[in-house]
């Protein structure tokens, strides 16, 4: 990029500056720059494509059957429910027990390499999913998975007798859990230290019980933290695919599946139905961050 | 066939692929129409190809997996015997896949433009439909067994549905499909793809389908999604794909495959575990894919003479090592072309004799049929 083209998009449409003042250059828009390119090509042009194509028969004419068969076909419907409930579970559950764990290594006055293992630990496992994710619970809880056998031979306990199965959409949750609630304690382990002890004190001084000091002072504190990271659960769970597909191929009934169908099978083929499917997930995922950015402001009331 | 994404697909990954898709496909529409290579006669003399294709240097393939049907030593013989470079693109991509980068391609005569497909027969006239072949008879044309008339495609090789058993955990060998019911197959039984995605597993509804209604065509998607319902409620259906990955773990001990898969499968474990390969004694229903020459290939002499050597004697009999039948086996056996040791390797040649082909318009009312029909009443969805 020439240094001209720099100087004209920092600074909009200036007149010509006198030569003695030379106007200054804000250097900070080269930064962002790749960021606008990035948003640009990435999510701002893709959107507009999903959105027209959602209105393509298969033959390229215009339609709005793609758009009403989302509310109309009961498998999409129930393609809906299904991601929607398994994201709501595995963001809850994430929620809940990654903020329980980072509480106890944060706050729990547990030794400090228990911290420095789960931190690292969780880095790990937050960054552990697709195929191998998928494998690794097959091979330990699948039929013929470790401790399935384990469970037989040790125990003579035959779980799969009680009609349990790892090959539903509560086995496929548990698959989640393993990268939600780790990336859960990533983001709240730095915002639990952000508590300081002396908000604490003061409430005690003040004649607060500790119910009290979480309902008044601390969760009013981590509110924003803690709604922002259930949507980013949420978000990463709704737009899952690798790890269902290797999971159990297409028997749990998820959106992303369903497109996965639509635009690459071998059998079924209607792109436009993937595009309007696709635009459907966009749209919940836009009144999600709608709504997160309403809580967030109320959450964050207190601090105006 | 199976996507191999490492992660999750997330929402800017789907952006990201539709986008793409969107941008080819603009591509495509806005520029103008160019003439097809279909200039090339539909036989040629092998003089004229050598000297054509040498001139090209170069030959564009796709979905072409080196360990399916032995495809990775038919590409290097080919690349020494006429000393070509053979550029392949994605070896995992399906049917589908193929014909549509032929179709993203069609103005942009790059590396990325394959020269020859190799698709599953029921795509054939979708393809045809699109205009994306271009027609050409190789000189062992008479030979072959199922063909379109006028060259715009042929068989290359089949195999048949056979099961995948894996030894010692399953104890009992299944010997045909309604075997596969019983409980001791409890969580046992896998296809080898997801059925609204690959043409292998609705084959595999197919073919149980045809053993129940004792070879009745019409019958069969009906009375083979009553069979994986069936299957479903008595908890014998495991959904775990099974690829090389879970059937050597043991998770899917009884999968339904090609024939030539689970015997090159067997191969390669070579007894951990022990695979026992058995073709069901009814509903044996022959998968033939189709060779095919883009009508836009950016090497149309390479992409024939990949097709001469191929459809020869010994490009056929690379198939056979790989486990599949070539399609014009019968020829070749009945000339004494094939050898010995390589027909003693392959299972008893009467399990081949009672399969059933199907033709286009069968597949297409049969795949049609079970996809749309698969989630409504195996999974009892809808």
Known sequence: MSRESDIRLGTGEAPVAPPQTPKKINWAWLGVIPFFLFAIFFLFLPSATIFIRSFEAPDGSFTFENIISLFTKADIVNAYQASLSISVITALAGAIFGFLLAYAVVLGGLPAGIRTFLTTFSGVASNFAGVPLAFAFIATMGNAGLVTRWMETVLGFDIHATGFTIYNIWGLSIVYMYFQFPLMVLIMAPALDGLRREWREACENLGGSTAHYWRYVAFPILMPTLLGTMILLFGNAFGAYATAYAFAGSFINLVTILIGAQIQGDVLFNPGLGNALALGMIVIMLISMIGYAYMQRRAARWTR | MTTSEKRPMSRRDFLKLSMAAGFSAWLASCAPKAAETGELPVTMSMDDLVAGATKEGELTTIALPHDWANYGEIIETFKSKYNMKVNELDPNAGSADELAAIEANKESRGPQAPDVVDIGVGHTANAMTKGLLGAYKVSTWDSIEMK???????????????????????????????????????????????????????????????????????????????????????????????????????????????????????????????????????????????????????????????????????????????????????????????????????????????????????????????????????????
């Open chain 2, 148 to 382: 379109d008339p006028d060259g715009y495609w042929w068989a290359e090789y089949y195999g048949v549905l056979a099961f995948e058993v894996s030894k010692p955990a399953i104890e009992n060998t299944p010997q045909d499909w309604e075997d596969l019911l019983k409980p001791e197959y409890k969580g046992k039984v896998a296809m080898a793809g997801a059925v609204d995605k690959s043409n292998e597993a609705v084959q595999t509804v197919m073919a149980a389908g045809l053993s129940r209604s004792g070879g009745d065509i019409e019958k069969a998607p009906e009375m083979g999604l009553q069979f994986w319902k069936e299957m479903n409620d008595a908890g014998n259906f495991i959904p775990v794909i099974a690829d090389i990955g879970p059937i050597s773990q043991g998770e899917t001990p009884l999968a339904i495959q090609w024939d030539y898969l689970g015997l090159a499968n067997r191969d390669k474990l070579a007894g951990n575990p022990e695979i026992e390969v058995v073709v069901p004694k009814t509903g044996v229903i022959a998968g033939p894919y189709a060779g095919g020459i883009s009508a836009y290939a950016p090497h149309p002499y390479a992409a024939r003479l990949w097709w001469e050597f191929v459809m020869s004697d010994e490009g056929q009999n690379l198939y056979l090592k790989g486990y599949a039948h070539p399609i014009r086996f019968n020829d070749m056996a009945s000339r004494g072309v094939v050898p010995q040791e390589m027909l003693d390797r392959l299972p008893p040649a009467e399990n081949y004799a009672k399969a059933t082909f199907l033709t286009v318009e069968q597949l297409q009312v049969a795949n049609k049929y079970i996809v749309e029909n698969w989630r409504k009443v195996v999974l009892g969805e809808g």
